[in-house]
């Protein structure tokens, strides 16, 4: 089943922050998160295990609540080039089979 | 190291046609995964793969086959091909649970 990703679509203007959140029905061993621009294939951001850790990556972070069944990723001081589409996929069952939402479009204007 | 590496980028089928697309990887992952991109949908889970002769039905495996005779190679089957298989198809690997998956470019494909 395919984790529940919120907002679809979000514009920022440079310098901004964003959260993007994925929410699963079932109980979660992962959360990938990936953005993908136009044309090109996704690529990778983060991977969060199920303890409740938060982890960084240049400005984007995200945490884990595990006990929610529940991601975010946080953008923060948002530059042009992170503009895209950032999907985040859950793995339920440890064995790499891993389900996407549908995404999160996101603009970053001048 | 070339990475996950998928063939053709682009094809155009006719209706009832069969084809196969080819992934292969060369950083000796286990895992191995074919999904589907379309507007508005996200990336769908087609089949999967955890390891040799082992495979296992995604989200939307209909109208699909796959088979896994080696580590390096996940190649996808479409037996007849049809309109609603017109799509952007990537292959995905990685080594363990918990670790990263790299994408292939990708296959555009598109069924008339």
């Known amino acids: 089943q395919q984790p529940v990703q919120s907002p679809q679509a979000v514009i920022l203007r440079e310098g901004e922050d964003a959260v993007i959140n994925c929410s699963s029905s079932?109980?979660?061993?992962?959360v990938h998160w990936y953005r993908q621009k136009h044309g090109e294939a996704p690529v990778f951001l983060m991977i969060l295990l199920k303890g409740g850790e938060q982890k960084g990556h240049e400005k984007i972070s995200a945490s884990f609540n595990e006990k929610k069944q529940q991601s975010s990723l946080y953008l923060t001081a948002s530059q042009l080039s992170y503009s895209g589409t950032y999907f985040c996929g859950t793995d339920t069952g440890g064995y790499q089979k891993v389900t996407f939402g549908i995404g999160t479009k996101l603009q970053v204007i001048p | 190291n070339a990475g996950v590496t998928q063939t053709p980028k682009f094809q155009v089928l006719k209706t009832g046609q069969s084809m196969t697309l080819q992934c292969a990887q060369d950083?000796?992952?286990?895992?191995m995964s074919w999904y589907r991109q379309d507007p508005g949908m996200g990336l769908r889970l087609i089949h999967y793969?955890?390891?040799?002769?082992?495979?296992d039905q995604g989200e939307v495996p209909n109208g699909y086959n796959v088979s896994r005779s080696t580590t390096e190679d996940f190649p996808l089957r479409l037996l007849s091909a049809a309109p609603s298989q017109t799509s952007v198809y990537f292959c995905?690997?990685?080594?363990?649970?918990?670790?990263?998956?790299?994408f292939g470019d990708g296959t555009r494909l598109s069924i008339l």
């Open positions: 950083m000796n992952h286990e895992y």
């Open positions: 793969s955890v390891g040799a002769g082992i495979t």
């Open positions: 995905a690997s990685s080594y363990t649970p918990g670790q990263p998956q790299h």
């Open positions: 079932k109980a979660l061993y992962s």
